[in-house]
């Protein structure tokens, strides 16, 4: 299984004793990297994984940026990339940010996915903030 975590988020340099978000994943998936188990990428999820070949991916853990556009990116490039019968994991499939409490997108653009694609439900985990995960496999 070849997995890439992508993620966009708000970090604080104090939060990772002073260091940028990638040095901060750098440092924590050095041993990964090294033994090629893993890659750290920078840059807007929908635009690293553009970079990938089709097919590629048996599972996709998306936890980038919430807004409706963004995700509806996200998930353009994510039905290209994830193979058939691969399984994609939609963090904080909400309303509500849990952080910033504004409105997220992700709920919406993942539901009008689910409206359009062949896809089968696995999971639907509860996280306790309101802001769950939904997991489905993907039938192109």
């Given at each position: 299984?070849?997995?890439?975590?992508?993620?966009?988020?708000?970090?604080?340099?104090?939060?990772?004793?002073?260091?940028?978000?990638l040095?901060?994943y750098?440092?924590?998936?050095?041993?990964?990297?090294e033994?090629?188990?893993?890659?750290?990428?920078?840059?807007?999820?929908?635009?690293?994984?553009?970079?990938?070949?089709?097919?590629?991916?048996?599972?996709?853990?998306?936890?980038?940026?919430?807004?409706f556009?963004?995700?509806?990116?996200?998930?353009?490039?994510?039905?290209?990339?994830?193979?058939?019968?691969g399984?994609?994991?939609?963090n904080?499939?909400?309303?509500i940010?849990?952080?910033?409490?504004?409105?997220?997108?992700?709920?919406?653009?993942?539901?009008?996915?689910?409206?359009e694609?062949?896809?089968?439900?696995?999971?639907?985990?509860?996280?306790?903030?309101?802001?769950?995960?939904?997991?489905?496999?993907?039938?192109?």
């Amino acid at each position: 299984i070849r997995y890439s975590p992508l993620e966009i988020r708000v970090f604080r340099r104090s939060e990772g004793g002073g260091l940028t978000l990638l040095e901060f994943y750098k440092k924590r998936f050095q041993k990964e990297e090294e033994n090629g188990i893993l890659e750290v990428k920078e840059g807007y999820s929908w635009e690293v994984l553009e970079k990938f070949e089709d097919d590629t991916f048996d599972y996709i853990y998306l936890d980038a940026a919430h807004d409706f556009e963004s995700v509806s990116k996200d998930i353009n490039v994510i039905k290209k990339k994830i193979k058939t019968g691969g399984i994609v994991q939609f963090n904080d499939y909400g309303f509500i940010h849990a952080d910033s409490k504004e409105c997220c997108g992700v709920l919406p653009a993942v539901n009008k996915f689910l409206w359009e694609a062949k896809c089968e439900v696995l999971y639907y985990c509860i996280n306790g903030n309101g802001l769950d995960d939904l997991v489905v496999r993907i039938d192109k």
